[in-house]
């Protein structure tokens, strides 16, 4: 229980710093807790950036933040051999990639090379440069931004590279009462400094948290109701014969291994020692929106990956 009030204060002094996006916060947690990597999405200015930085701020490791531009080559995330002519040697110069959080800021506007480079940090937690491979930190995290207005010059992400990561959270513009406190909070910062870090979380803390997050209890009722929901992406015809048509390819078995760890973190950040088909439902959209494939025709008729979790989860019922 201590740790679930830590991870409870932590969230309450981010709430604090991103306000009105709730979502963000909680979810930025869950991937923490979960060991995977989030991709963000929404407008300029909803600060994506101010998040994971506030993130980085009240834990006891290093930050770094990749601007992604269509010149940026993959040894600007990696690192890359340098010769010394006072050894006559090569001497492996580590990039970026090698901190414990990385944001990897509009990642949609990097070419296929970097992407691929970044792909293998995020999935395999090492980096290969060369005939040599350096292992990551075990405490790891990427957070991508992607800006939806911008199109232009941009690449768009494969679903390989969309199945690395553990979320896909969409944000949205705060309300007029958030946006006021924000105007507050930017008022009182630029003139007296940011508030430094009240909580600060070791990484044993984050390492024991995600072995209780790992044991808490799931009945076969949930796990079942879990299997069926990523089940009936792969084949809704069976549960909505009318999302046939529009689905082209569903959830993979990472997705399933995603559900779950996401339901759990979510389970014991609200301080519970068991996980609820709320849970399940509560973190579907942002594990499954970026494992489903659309077909040309949803495409044609405005239908979109939520509007079909949507039905999915209005179909799929929980076992008694």
């Known amino acids: 229980m201590a740790l679930q009030d830590t991870f409870g204060d932590l969230r ?60 940026l080559l993959p040894s600007d995330v990696t690192g890359s051999e340098i010769y010394r002519a006072e050894t006559g040697q090569f001497e492996f110069q580590q990039g970026p990639i090698f901190h414990n959080l990385v944001l990897a800021d509009e990642i949609n506007r990097a070419p296929a090379k970097v992407q691929s480079a970044l792909l293998e940090a995020m999935g395999e937690r090492q980096v290969s440069v060369g005939m040599r491979t350096f292992p990551l930190d075990q405490l790891f995290m990427v957070m991508a931004t992607q800006n939806p207005i911008e199109q232009e010059g941009t690449y768009p992400l494969p679903e390989a590279q969309l199945d690395r990561f553990l979320m896909h959270v969409v944000i949205d513009y705060p309300s007029a009462e958030a946006e006021k406190a924000i105007l507050h909070l930017a008022r009182n910062d630029f003139r007296r400094g940011q508030v430094a870090a009240e909580t600060r979380v070791t990484a044993d ?71 609820s088909p709320d849970d399940v439902r509560t973190v579907a959209f942002d594990v499954l929106r970026h494992r489903i494939l659309l077909t040309f025709e949803a495409e044609a008729e405005g239908m979109t990956a939520d509007a079909i979790i949507k039905r999915l989860i209005a179909h799929v019922p929980v076992a008694a």
Not at 223 to 229: F, K, R, S
């Open 12 to 71: 309450t002094q981010l709430a604090k710093r991103i306000i009105g996006q709730e979502k963000l916060v909680d979810r930025l947690l869950i991937a923490l807790l979960a060991d995977g990597h989030l991709l963000v999405e929404g407008a300029p200015g909803l600060a994506k950036t101010t998040a994971i930085k506030a993130l980085a701020d009240h834990l006891e490791g290093d930050f770094h933040r990749i601007q992604f531009t269509p010149d």
């Open 205 to 275: 803390q984050v390492f024991q948290a995600r072995n209780e997050v790992a044991d808490i209890y799931m009945s076969e009722t949930v796990e079942q109701y879990l299997l069926a929901l990523v089940l009936a992406t792969r084949s809704p015809a069976a549960v909505a014969p009318e999302l046939a048509r529009w689905t082209a390819f569903g959830a993979s078995p990472r997705g399933t291994i995603a559900l779950d760890r996401c339901a759990r973190a979510h389970a014991w950040l609200d301080g519970r020692d068991y996980v």
